[in-house]
Structures are given as C-alpha cells and as structure tokens.
C-alpha cells in the first residue's frame, strides 16, 4: 500500500523530536476535530529567533505521527521565518504520498501547530485555510 | 414579447429537460405548471445526481477514510465550493447548509439573536415577510424582550422608504430581516440601500433570498448584506437544502445553535469545544444527497446563465400583467412595473374565491397557489382572505400564459360570470 511507504513508516515508529521542552517559548496543542487526535509543540527560541530545542507529543494516525517527525527534523536550527515558511506542499513532499482529502487534516496537524503557536489562528487561516480544503 | 427574445433563449430545450413538464396533469391535458414560488420542477442532472449518490458512492462525509466516504465528501465539499461561487460568498466558510430559508434565519436568531438582543432593542422586519421572517423573531421577542417593529408596504407593493428611514432613524435598531423578493407581490427590494442604510444606523442586515436567488445574480458582497439564507427546492435543487451565508467574522462570534457530532473539536463530559467554520453550524449527519444536488442545480443554472433565465422571466411577467388587466374583474397586486417585480403575479378575481379559481385551474392543467401564501400579516394589510398566485420560472412560456387567462375565463364561465 503505498500509503504506508518506508519513510513515513520509520518516522511514525521512530518518531524524531518527541517529547516536551520545557522552559518553551511555544507551547500550543492542534487538534482535527474530524477524528479528535491531537498534537502538541513545544518550541524553545535562542536569543537570535533560531528554534533551539523542540518537542512534541500526540496521539494519532501514521500520517499525522510522521508528517510531526518530519516537520520537527526540518525546521530544528531553524529561524521562525525559515519555519513559517514551510507550505503544505513541502510536507506532501516530505511524505511523498497523494492524500485524499479526509486525510489532509491528518498531514497538516502538525503544520497547524506550528503556525498557530507561532502566531495564532488568524494566521493559520489566513496563509493555509485552502490548504485544508 | 418579441421574436428576438424567445429566439435567443430556448426554452422548448430548456423544457426538455425537466421529465415532469412533459407528462399529463390530467389524462390528455397537459401540465402547466405556474407554481414556481412555492418549489420549481427539477432538471434531470439533478435528478440523476441524486440517484448516482444513493447508488454509486453512498457514505457518511469527513470521518470516512474508505473510498466511498472520500468521494461522498469530495463532492459535498466541492457542493459548498459551488454555491460560494455562485453568491460571491468571499470564503467556502461562510457557506453553512441548512434544511431551507426557514432554518437559516431561525440559525440567526438562535444563535446571533439570542447572544446579542436584550430588552430596548429593536429588530425592524417588514409587512410583506414571510411567516418565517416574523414567526422566529416573533419567538425569540418573547424570550428576550426586544422590540420587533414593521416597515409598511406602499400603494405600490414596495417597503415604504420613509417609514424605513424613520424607524432606523429613532434608533436601538440592532438586525433589519426583509425579504429580497416578495413571495405574493414580487416586490424586489432595494437590498443594496437597504443594507447601506442598516448600517449607517449601526445594524446588521438579514436577507431572505428564497425568492431572488432562483431567479437573478446575486452577489452578497456587492449587496454588502451580513446574512443571507434561501433554499434549494426553489431553484431546480432538491427539498431539505438550503443555504445560510454569513460574514465570517460574525459567524466566527456567533455561538452554536444545535449540538451534536461533526460540530465539535473536542468533547469531554465536563464540556466541549467547537470546530471551525462552517462545521460549527452543521450538527449531525448533513443533508449529503441534497447539497449534491444543489451543487448540480446551480451548475444547471449557470448553464442558462441567471441573466438570461431573469431576462426571460421579466417578459414573461410584463406579458402577463398586460395579459391579466385584460380580464375584467382580476386585480393584481405589488408593483404595476414588471422591472421593479420577479415572476410573481397574486391576484384576485371578482365573485371567486381564490381556492375556487385554482380548482378550475388545475382542472385544465394548471398549478397554482391560492391562500394567504405564507404572509397572513401581509393579506390583513391588503384587506384580503386569500388570492391566488401565478408564478413562473426559467421554463415557463408565453403560450402558458395565455392558457392562464383563457383559464381565468372558464372559472368566470363556470361561476356565471360575465365578461
């Protein structure tokens, strides 16, 4: 089933970056209210803005699970910018599958996470609404 | 009308596509069907969209992950994208299906209502409503204590602007709801500077549409109206759909009315959450078939085009008002000018009470409506029980009119009337 390719198979078992940071500067919990999984990031900021330490925690499919771990790895060291500028077809692309689109909600958790955390839910509809359509 | 016209819009092909137009009212009289205001015929897309549905992908929509599931969301979800474009609504969120018009405003006066109005305000609705535009605030009134005031209607069948003018004016006007088309005079109200002055006034605007959106383009951000609500059934959908559309802003403040599965985030038994919009809105399993099939309408619609399925109804009802003065003892009430009126003409006729007229009607194949028509206040204001209402739609054709008048004069016939 190509759904469950190789890669999304090994960050959903080996999940990279999970757990909590604490102190963090970003604490937020996403949740897809289609199938009720949640996702919670931490995020904790060096003193030029670059995510220095990051952690998350959550209960959920494979997709939401890997896209997480994936995401994580990608924007650890990064700048907040560099972050927020992840676009939904950059996890397509690190998950490599086509998704349908009651399970887009399950990839984009994550992402949702992020942005929301970082700079609240208007934000999130503003830059990414279509992409949850 | 002219040849030009019926040449340029084809309604014998237009006709062949609705089954129902083409059998027998009665056994060798065919159906005339002029009872449009109340529910339009369907085409046969729609028909076929809804049989696909149930046969082919039939599945509960947004938790599926099985292919039917996927595909039954897909196309109720791409339904939503349908009507947002349709209205010009500026997102898909703003899109909330509902069972009808009656339940979108009862959805704003539930919801909006209900958290905002409180004793000293005022919600200005208007004389022509429908039940439904009166009946929910009515409701609510009770349980609030707010004041409900009414515009009245002119001479003319149209708002009275003064008096419009006069109640916003003394101020405490929280929501203006009126009707964009009257279901029994035509009337089709100056929504544009209705909602402008609404808001001059500090009030939000509701629209009921159910009348005007099968019949002309509609674009809710150009009428800058706040809510807008009307129903499938009336413009070749399906019954049980409708259409609430809502600023998002307002929608995002607004609490939800029903409760229950798919307009939750989360749910524990000490409290839940809410999920976005437009989910918030649509408790339970929704009307999946119907917003398909609206979908399928509104495509059926932009076919024609709305500008030329208007164009055509204007003739239609300037030929029939010209037609109907001709018959002695018929008087027809709302607006005298057919640009000023959608395809609605209620009349009534000297000596005959209005249910004998559509029984002789409908005894020669026509339909059409006789009572109050929903707007009881509306009847009381012009002095009358009852009339009967002719309305058209995209299908209908001016030899139908001329049955209607030649109709009329059968019932005068069969009451021993002259002339």
Same mark, same amino acid.
């Given at each position: 089933?190509?759904?469950?390719?190789?890669?999304?198979?090994?960050?959903?078992?080996?999940?990279?970056?999970?757990?909590? *940071?604490?102190?963090? +500067?970003?604490?937020?919990?996403?949740?897809?209210? !289609?199938?009720?999984? /949640? @996702?919670?990031?931490? %995020?904790?900021?060096?003193?030029?803005?670059?995510?220095?330490?990051?952690?998350?925690?959550?209960?959920?499919?494979?997709?939401?699970?890997?896209?997480?771990?994936?995401?994580?790895?990608?924007?650890?060291?990064?700048?907040?910018?560099?972050?927020?500028? *992840?676009?939904?077809? +950059?996890?397509?692309?690190?998950?490599?599958?086509? !998704?349908?689109?009651? /399970? @887009?909600?399950?990839? %984009?958790?994550?992402?949702?996470?992020?942005?929301?955390?970082?700079?609240?839910?208007?934000?999130?509809?503003?830059?990414?609404?279509?992409?949850?359509? | 009308?002219?040849?030009?016209?019926?040449?340029?819009?084809?309604?014998?092909?237009?006709?062949?596509?609705?089954?129902?137009?083409?059998?027998?009212?009665?056994?060798?009289?065919?159906?005339?069907?002029?009872?449009?205001?109340?529910?339009?015929?369907?085409?046969?897309?729609?028909?076929?969209?809804?049989?696909?549905?149930?046969?082919?992908?039939?599945?509960?929509?947004?938790?599926?992950?099985?292919?039917?599931?996927?595909?039954?969301?897909?196309?109720?979800?791409?339904?939503?994208?349908?009507?947002?474009?349709?209205?010009?609504?500026?997102?898909?969120?703003?899109?909330?299906?509902?069972?009808?018009?009656?339940?979108?405003?009862?959805?704003?006066?539930?919801?909006?209502?209900?958290?905002?109005?409180?004793?000293?305000?005022?919600?200005?609705?208007?004389?022509?409503?429908?039940?439904?535009?009166?009946?929910?605030?009515?409701?609510?009134?009770?349980?609030?204590?707010?004041?409900?005031?009414?515009?009245?209607?002119?001479?003319?069948?149209?708002?009275?602007?003064?008096?419009?003018?006069?109640?916003?004016?003394?101020?405490?006007?929280?929501?203006?709801?009126?009707?964009?088309?009257?279901?029994?005079?035509?009337?089709?109200?100056?929504?544009?500077?209705?909602?402008?002055?609404?808001?001059?006034?500090?009030?939000?605007?509701l629209i009921d549409g159910a009348q005007s959106v099968p019949h002309m383009p509609i674009d809710v951000q150009?009428?800058?109206?706040?809510?807008?609500?009307?129903?499938?059934?009336?413009?070749?959908?399906?019954?049980?759909?409708?259409?609430?559309?809502?600023k998002r802003h307002l929608l995002d403040a607004m609490p939800p009315w029903m409760g229950g599965g798919d307009?939750?985030?989360?749910?524990?038994?000490?409290?839940?959450?809410?999920?976005?919009?437009?989910?918030?809105?649509?408790?339970?399993?929704?009307?999946?078939?119907?917003?398909?099939?609206?979908?399928?309408?509104?495509?059926?619609?932009?076919?024609?085009?709305?500008?030329?399925?208007?164009?055509?109804?204007?003739?239609?009802?300037?030929?029939?008002?010209?037609?109907?003065?001709?018959?002695?003892?018929?008087?027809?009430?709302?607006?005298?000018?057919?640009?000023?009126?959608?395809?609605?003409?209620?009349?009534?006729?000297?000596?005959?009470?209005?249910?004998?007229?559509?029984?002789?009607?409908?005894?020669?194949?026509?339909?059409?409506?006789?009572?109050?028509?929903?707007?009881?206040?509306?009847?009381?204001?012009?002095?009358?029980?009852?009339?009967?209402?002719?309305?058209?739609?995209?299908?209908?054709?001016?030899?139908?009119?001329?049955?209607?008048?030649?109709?009329?004069?059968?019932?005068?016939?069969?009451?021993?009337?002259?002339?």
């Open positions: 089933m190509d759904m469950y390719r190789e890669n999304i198979l090994d960050h959903a078992q080996h999940q990279r970056n999970k757990g909590i *940071v604490e102190p963090a +500067d970003v604490d937020y919990e996403a949740e897809n209210a !289609l199938c009720g999984d /949640r @996702l919670r990031l931490t %995020l904790r900021l060096d003193a030029s803005g670059r995510i220095e330490a990051l952690g998350w925690q959550g209960a959920g499919c494979a997709i939401s699970q890997a896209s997480a771990s994936m995401l994580g790895e990608a924007i650890l060291g990064k700048t907040v910018d560099e972050a927020l500028a *992840v676009t939904r077809q +950059d996890i397509l692309d690190m998950l490599g599958i086509p !998704l349908t689109m009651n /399970r @887009l909600k399950c990839a %984009l958790l994550s992402l949702k996470a992020l942005n929301v955390g970082l700079r609240g839910v208007d934000y999130w509809q503003q830059a990414h609404e279509h992409d949850e359509d | 009308m002219s040849d030009t016209q019926t040449q340029a819009y084809p309604v014998d092909r237009i006709r062949a596509d609705f089954p129902i137009l083409a059998q027998d009212h009665h056994h060798g009289t065919p159906l005339i069907y002029l009872d449009n205001a109340a529910s339009s015929q369907k085409p046969l897309t729609v028909i076929e969209a809804l049989d696909d549905y149930y046969r082919r992908y039939n599945a509960n929509v947004h938790r599926g992950i099985h292919k039917l599931s996927e595909e039954a969301t897909a196309a109720y979800e791409k339904a939503r994208i349908t009507v947002k474009t349709f209205i010009n609504a500026a997102s898909k969120r703003e899109i909330i299906f509902t069972r009808g018009t009656t339940e979108g405003i009862n959805l704003v006066a539930q919801t909006w209502g209900r958290a905002n109005l409180q004793p000293g305000d005022v919600v200005v609705a208007s004389v022509m409503e429908h039940h439904s535009n009166i009946v929910p605030w009515q409701i609510l009134a009770q349980e609030k204590g707010f004041s409900l005031r009414f515009v009245p209607v002119t001479g003319d069948g149209q708002l009275d602007p003064d008096a419009y003018r006069r109640l916003l004016d003394a101020g405490d006007v929280k929501l203006v709801t009126l009707m964009h088309t009257s279901n029994v005079l035509g009337t089709i109200n100056p929504v544009t500077e209705l909602a402008q002055m609404a808001h001059e006034a500090g009030a939000l605007i150009a009428l800058d109206v706040d809510f807008f609500a009307f129903s499938g059934h009336k413009m070749c959908g399906p019954t049980g759909i409708g259409v609430l559309y809502g307009m939750i985030a989360r749910v524990t038994l000490e409290g839940s959450t809410w999920n976005d919009l437009p989910y918030k809105f649509e408790a339970g399993t929704p009307i999946i078939a119907g917003a398909i099939g609206l979908g399928c309408a509104i495509d059926y619609l932009t076919s024609l085009g709305m500008e030329a399925i208007h164009a055509h109804e204007q003739a239609l009802i300037q030929y029939a008002l010209e037609r109907l003065s001709e018959v002695p003892g018929v008087t027809v009430y709302g607006p005298a000018d057919a640009a000023y009126k959608g395809a609605v003409a209620a009349f009534t006729l000297d000596g005959v009470h209005a249910h004998d007229v559509a029984q002789i009607l409908d005894s020669q194949g026509i339909a059409v409506r006789a009572g109050h028509h929903c707007a009881m206040p509306l009847h009381d204001d012009l002095g009358l029980n009852a009339t009967a209402r002719a309305s058209f739609y995209l299908y209908n054709t001016v030899s139908e009119v001329d049955a209607l008048i030649d109709g009329l004069y059968a019932v005068k016939r069969a009451f021993g009337l002259s002339g």
